[in-house]
């Protein structure tokens, strides 16, 4: 029996869910506790979900369906790991005008960190990374030269292709919508305290 760890990079599952197609949008409701269960063998036992994410403080709205979206994750068992949003300067490649936006910061770093802590602590026999980022191949690596009985597998989120990171992985699936429809959140739910929560409406 293989204790499992989940390590998901809640904006490279964001973006697959909300830039390819609008019917995928519904399932940034999802309960990824369920998901995780969902890749466990029968033998194996889920030991930690870490969900990796950042608000987006600059928009009331999302930020409310951020902390939504988090307290459900965390009512089911889900920990969360916080970064930030920083903002920067681009220039245009069309006008040339230089323009201010966000960014993600911190993500890819997280995850490195708590994989390697995690696996120094031995909280886990294996660790799965839901991500298509190839930033984390070091960690890969590092993981593989300094915990060699430790397995690490990656799962792609939909949509994804991640190459390169699976090739450096023990083992990697891809999610598909026969695990998507039975991991999505019901629109009303009844949290492990007792109270109710609702699926936001951009979202149904």
Same mark, same amino acid.
């Given at each position: 029996?293989?204790?499992?760890?989940? $390590?998901?990079?809640? $904006?490279?599952?964001?973006?697959?869910?909300?830039?390819?197609?609008?019917?995928?949008r519904?399932?940034?409701?999802l309960?990824?506790?369920?998901?995780?269960?969902?890749?466990?063998?029968?033998?194996?036992?889920?030991?930690?979900? $870490?969900?990796?994410?950042?608000?987006?403080?600059w928009?009331?709205?999302?930020?409310?369906?951020?902390?939504?979206?988090?307290?459900?994750?965390?009512?089911?068992?889900?920990?969360?790991?916080y970064?930030?949003f920083?903002?920067?300067?681009?220039?245009?490649?069309?006008?040339?005008?230089?323009?201010?936006?966000?960014?993600?910061?911190?993500?890819?770093?997280?995850?490195?960190?708590?994989?390697?802590?995690?696996?120094?602590?031995?909280?886990?026999?294996?660790?799965?990374?839901?991500?298509?980022?190839?930033?984390?191949?070091?960690?890969?690596r590092?993981?593989?030269?300094? $915990?060699?009985?430790?397995?690490?597998?990656?799962?792609i989120?939909?949509?994804?292709?991640?190459?390169?990171?699976?090739?450096?992985?023990?083992?990697?699936?891809?999610?598909?919508?026969?695990?998507?429809?039975?991991?999505?959140?019901?629109?009303?739910m009844?949290?492990?305290?007792?109270?109710?929560?609702?699926?936001?409406?951009?979202?149904?």
């Open positions: 029996m293989a204790r499992v760890s989940f $390590f998901i990079d809640g $904006f490279n599952l964001y973006h697959a869910l909300n830039d390819n197609n609008k019917h995928l519904q399932f940034n409701w309960n990824l506790r369920k998901l995780a269960e969902l890749y466990l063998r029968k033998q194996d036992s889920l030991s930690d979900v $870490f969900y990796f994410t950042a608000l987006a403080t928009d009331t709205d999302k930020v409310q369906r951020q902390k939504l979206f988090i307290r459900a994750q965390e009512s089911f068992g889900v920990k969360t790991v970064g930030e920083r903002s920067i300067f681009r220039r245009c490649h069309i006008c040339g005008k230089t323009y201010s936006t966000f960014e993600e910061k911190e993500t890819d770093v997280n995850i490195a960190i708590k994989l390697l802590e995690q696996a120094h602590l031995n909280t886990y026999d294996n660790a799965v990374i839901l991500s298509g980022d190839s930033d984390q191949i070091p960690v890969l590092t993981i593989k030269e300094y $915990f060699p009985a430790k397995k690490i597998g990656v799962l989120p939909f949509g994804g292709k991640a190459k390169l990171l699976s090739q450096e992985s023990n083992f990697h699936s891809k999610i598909g919508m026969k695990q998507l429809r039975p991991s999505r959140f019901p629109d009303k009844t949290l492990t305290d007792g109270s109710q929560i609702y699926c936001p409406k951009p979202w149904k």
